[in-house]
Structure formats: structure tokens, C-alpha cells
């Protein structure tokens, strides 16, 4: 298949996020869209559910009926080629169930799960059989999992205080059928990432950032590592370039709600918004005398 178009461009490559919409734009798909575009790749979206929130947190959830879902996955598939595979909150067991018919029938080079349980404001986006099908079955479809250690702890029944649980949680996820795994302990004291690829341990050091404020960093990070990885980068390499996009996006991030703060994904293009107050609005055709001077 060609990815050359008729004005002779070449396309970027194209990366799939399978992810919720999150209204407010801080997570969930539009965050992800949002990171591929920053990382020069292309995003298409298939929705699993369309969530009722704004920065304060999560009202209600609308997960998008499994037939749909299928219907949305291959519709793209059938499309266009896909470098990389991002998969966000999946809602229940039905559309998990859906996304590793999906990978069973295509072969993606990169696929990045970051499973998605609990929103930071303490609602549910999967259900108890979907953790259980992520555990038994979609783990082992994946190149790299990012859970954090809630989601970690829930995945493996193990209790994580600190960087050596974490590591304990991520050897025991890779014997769960695992290829590789990221184990993100914000919730720790330092944002502290293990990632454990089967043969070796390595441990990302951070400062906390002031994270408590923010929304969209675990979608933010896995959607930074599939671009990577579609990049041709190593797992280690992906994962310490998009910690470091992760950091510099929050510390730019700044308020569009009364909530949380969102992640300005943009940083590096420093994009000017329009100016405001200075251009009138042109009156044409009204009167002669709006008609606009000559220069």
C-alpha cells in the first residue's frame, strides 16, 4: 500500500489510539491525538466511551456498545497502515474482549496498553470482568503495559509501598504473560517508573512535579511511547524521551477549568493564539462607510 497521496507528500506514520473521549480534552483520546500530532505522527481514534466529565472529574460513563466498537477498529484497519497501537480505558469485558479479537487478527508492530481503571477522581472506567480479561488475556497481545500502582496492584493481587513492590508487581506481570512493563509510581512519594522488559530492571528517577493538579499524564505517556516505538526507538529509550515530554508538558500545562490542570502537549511549537480586541469584525456590505480602506 502506498502511503504517498496525489500531491506526492508522504504520510507520517500513522498511529491508533482505542481510548474514551474525555469532553474537557485532558485525557482520554483527545489527549492521545494530541500527543501523536506533537510527536509528528497522525492519530485515529476508536472511541470504547464517551464520558460525562469537565477538569473537575468524571460524572458518568457511557461506554460505547462492543459492535460499534469492532465496527469503528476496522473500518481503520481496512484504511490505512498502522504503526503503533495505543489502548486507553476500555470500559467493560465485552469491548476488551473486542480489542484482542482486533490484535489477533492484525500483527502491529508496537502495541501500548496503559489500563485504565479508575479515574483520578475515583470513578470506575472498567468493570470487574474487563480487569480480569486484561490479567488472563490482553496482557500477553501487548509490546509494553503502563498500569499504575493501583492498577498494578489490581492486576497482580500484590500490595506496592515502594520502588522494590514495584519491581516485585512488574516481574510478576512479565510472568503473567507480559512482554514488557512500565510501572508508574506517581502515587509514590517520587515519580518513580520501573520498567522491567524480561531481562533487565531499570528504574526512572523524577522529581515529583506538581502532579496532583494534573489530568491525562498516563494517556499522555503511553501515546508519547507508541510514537517512539513507531519512531524505531528501543522500549528504554521510548520510555525516558516520553517521561521527558510528560514532565516539560505539565510543567507548561495551565488552567482551562476549575479542576484539574490540563497537559499543554504543545510546548515545543509555542503556538500563538489569535490576538484579541485588535481587528474589527468587517462589516460587509452594511454601509459605504464600513467598506475597508485601501492600504
Keep these: 500500500m502506498s502511503t504517498h497521496n496525489h500531491n506526492g507528500h508522504a504520510a507520517p506514520p500513522i498511529l491508533l489510539t482505542i481510548a474514551g473521549f474525555d469532553p474537557s480534552?485532558?485525557?482520554?483520546?483527545?489527549?492521545?491525538?494530541?500527543?501523536f500530532a506533537a510527536h509528528g505522527c497522525y492519530g485515529v481514534a476508536a472511541i470504547t466511551s464517551i464520558t460525562v466529565q469537565n477538569t473537575?472529574?468524571?460524572?458518568?460513563?457511557?461506554?460505547?456498545?462492543?459492535?460499534?466498537?469492532?465496527?469503528?477498529?476496522?473500518?481503520?484497519?481496512?484504511?490505512?497502515?498502522?504503526?503503533?497501537?495505543?489502548?486507553?480505558?476500555?470500559?467493560?469485558?465485552?469491548?476488551?474482549?473486542?480489542?484482542?479479537?482486533?490484535?489477533?487478527?492484525?500483527?502491529?508492530?508496537?502495541?501500548?496498553?496503559d489500563p485504565v481503571m479508575k479515574s483520578s477522581s475515583g470513578a470506575e472506567l472498567l468493570d470487574a470482568g474487563g480487569i480480569k480479561f486484561i490479567a488472563t488475556e490482553l496482557l500477553k497481545?501487548?509490546?509494553?503495559?503502563?498500569?499504575?500502582?493501583?492498577?498494578?496492584?489490581?492486576?497482580?493481587g500484590l500490595t506496592i509501598k515502594d520502588v522494590a513492590n514495584m519491581?516485585?508487581?512488574?516481574?510478576?506481570?512479565?510472568?503473567?504473560?507480559?512482554?514488557?512493563?512500565?510501572?508508574?509510581?506517581?502515587?509514590?512519594?517520587?515519580?518513580?517508573?520501573?520498567?522491567?522488559?524480561?531481562?533487565?530492571?531499570?528504574?526512572?528517577g523524577g522529581d515529583k512535579v506538581?502532579?496532583?493538579?494534573?489530568?491525562?499524564?498516563?494517556?499522555?505517556l503511553a501515546s508519547a511511547i507508541a510514537a517512539q516505538l513507531a519512531g524505531g526507538r528501543s522500549l528504554v529509550e521510548a520510555a525516558t524521551l516520553a517521561k521527558a515530554y510528560v514532565t516539560k508538558a505539565i510543567e507548561n500545562g495551565y488552567a482551562v477549568g476549575k479542576g484539574r490542570v490540563p497537559l499543554d502537549h504543545f510546548y515545543r511549537q509555542r503556538i500563538e493564539p489569535p490576538a484579541r480586541g485588535i481587528h474589527e469584525v468587517p462589516q460587509h456590505g452594511m454601509h459605504p462607510a464600513a467598506e475597508p480602506t485601501a492600504h
Design 25 to 35: 480534552c485532558g485525557a482520554g483520546a483527545a489527549a492521545d491525538l494530541k500527543t
Design 56 to 113: 473537575q472529574g468524571v460524572v458518568a460513563v457511557h461506554n460505547t456498545p462492543s459492535a460499534e466498537l469492532r465496527e469503528q477498529l476496522e473500518a481503520l484497519a481496512g484504511d490505512c497502515e498502522i504503526a503503533a497501537v495505543k489502548i486507553g480505558m476500555l470500559g467493560n469485558r465485552g469491548n476488551a474482549a473486542v480489542v484482542a479479537e482486533f490484535l489477533d487478527a492484525h500483527s502491529f508492530a508496537h502495541v501500548v496498553h
Design 141 to 156: 497481545r501487548s509490546s509494553v503495559i503502563t498500569p499504575n500502582v493501583p492498577e498494578a496492584e489490581l492486576l497482580t
Design 167 to 204: 519491581e516485585d508487581a512488574a516481574r510478576k506481570l512479565v510472568e503473567m504473560g507480559a512482554r514488557a512493563v512500565i510501572v508508574k509510581g506517581g502515587h509514590l512519594e517520587r515519580a518513580v517508573d520501573v520498567l522491567f522488559d524480561g531481562n533487565e530492571i531499570v528504574v526512572f
Design 210 to 220: 506538581k502532579t496532583d493538579n494534573t489530568h491525562g499524564t498516563g494517556c499522555t
